[in-house]
């Protein structure tokens, strides 16, 4: 969800109590919506604690995994060794892939 448009009084006053554009999205995204417009209750906070320490559980368990593709497609997927990741990180370097 897009958070709504902001007035130029709303621009000045969150620079002015610190609150930048992005958290204004943040709030609307992750608040409860109430009467007028949007409050993140420590329940929302701790909801969305919850579904990011989940989140990065998985992705710890991804780490070192490889999906090999030809022509957009999937065809094969496995754990790469610490010597194959090398290589590969190597040659991506040599190409220009990656920093």
Same mark, same amino acid.
């Given at each position: 969800? #897009?958070?709504?448009?902001?007035?130029?009084?709303?621009?000045?006053?969150?620079?002015?109590?610190?609150?930048?554009? @992005?958290?204004?999205?943040?709030?609307?995204?992750?608040?409860? %919506?109430?009467?007028?417009? =949007?409050?993140? +209750?420590? *329940?929302? =906070?701790? %909801?969305? %604690?919850?579904?990011? *320490?989940?989140?990065?559980?998985?992705?710890?368990?991804?780490?070192?995994? +490889?999906?090999?593709?030809? $022509?957009?497609?999937?065809?094969?997927? =496995?754990?790469? $060794? #610490? @010597?194959?990741?090398?290589?590969? +990180?190597?040659?991506?370097? %040599? $190409?220009? @892939?990656?920093?």
């Amino acid at each position: 969800m #897009n958070a709504p448009a902001l007035t130029q009084h709303a621009i000045t006053r969150a620079a002015q109590r610190g609150i930048a554009h @992005s958290d204004i999205e943040l709030i609307a995204l992750m608040g409860t %919506e109430v009467e007028d417009g =949007y409050l993140v +209750r420590e *329940k929302d =906070y701790v %909801e969305a %604690e919850l579904i990011v *320490k989940a989140f990065l559980q998985r992705l710890r368990h991804l780490v070192g995994k +490889r999906v090999v593709l030809t $022509s957009g497609r999937i065809i094969t997927a =496995y754990h790469a $060794s #610490n @010597s194959h990741q090398r290589r590969l +990180r190597r040659r991506a370097r %040599e $190409s220009g @892939s990656i920093d």
